[in-house]
């Protein structure tokens, strides 16, 4: 079917650890990928995207590159802050239209 | 900045009743969007809307479900009769074309609670 796995949570990494969050689909094309952050009490926040094979998406220290071949989108960075503690959800686009598949999100807990 | 609002941030109902919840998507935008997420489960996509129409929908979004854009400025999602299962977080979004990588942008999110 046409769906997004990302890891389960939660994910707890002290202060300047290395983070990775995986992400996986399945489509039958070549979708759009994002990831997503979401802070405390607050919306979805575009964090980073890429819209075709080896893309690499990137944003405040946060990376992530679109492999065709796996199927994937993992998210990465090499050092985490405690401000970076939310819950990460990745997506990709349907396969019709323009709205957004989902993952289940993953909670990031970054403690100093 | 601009951004997406919704009201209210939460809502309690009883079972059988209708809700309304309510989106201001950013004042430039043309296409809006209403997605859920029941706790602990993943964002669903329910129903897009674009020059007055919807555009698409999923397979949750049923008879029991209605979008109107009544003005210039609001985007309503109604639910007729509500569910025990109709708890959720609701969001909205809004972007500006219909571009497949443009960026959709979030409001907040309504908490949904049906007793």
């Known amino acids: 079917g046409n769906s997004v796995t990302q890891m389960e949570g939660p994910v707890t990494l002290s202060e300047e650890a290395f983070l990775t969050i995986n992400c996986t689909y399945t489509a039958t094309g070549y979708p759009s990928l994002f990831w997503y952050v979401q802070y405390p009490g607050e919306g979805l926040q575009l964090l980073l995207k890429a819209t075709k094979a080896d893309d690499k998406g990137s944003n405040k220290g946060f990376e992530a590159t679109y492999r065709k071949e796996t199927t994937s989108f993992h998210l990465e960075k090499g050092s985490v802050q405690v401000s970076d503690s939310a819950v990460y959800f990745c997506a990709r686009t349907r396969q019709a239209g323009t709205a957004l598949i989902f993952g289940k999100g993953t909670t990031l807990s970054v403690s100093s | ?115």
């Not at chain 2, 209403?34 to 674009?50: A, C, M, N, P, T």
């Not at chain 2, 007055?52 to 999602?77: A, H, Y």
Request: some cysteine; charged content about 20%; proline content about 4%.
């Open chain 2, 1 to 115: 900045e601009p951004e997406v609002t919704q009201t209210p941030s939460h809502q309690v109902t009883q079972m059988g009743q209708e809700v309304i919840l309510r989106c201001v998507p950013i004042s430039n935008h043309l296409y809006f969007y209403w997605y859920r997420q029941i706790l602990g489960q993943k964002v669903e996509f329910l129903v897009s809307f674009y020059n007055n129409e919807i555009s698409e929908k999923s397979e949750i979004f049923d008879d029991q479900f209605s979008v109107e854009r009544p003005d210039g400025s609001n985007f309503t999602l109604k639910i007729r009769s509500t569910k025990l299962e109709d708890s959720a977080m609701y969001f909205c979004a809004s972007r500006v074309t219909s571009g497949g990588t443009d960026t959709q942008y979030f409001g907040p999110g309504t908490r949904l609670t049906v007793l």
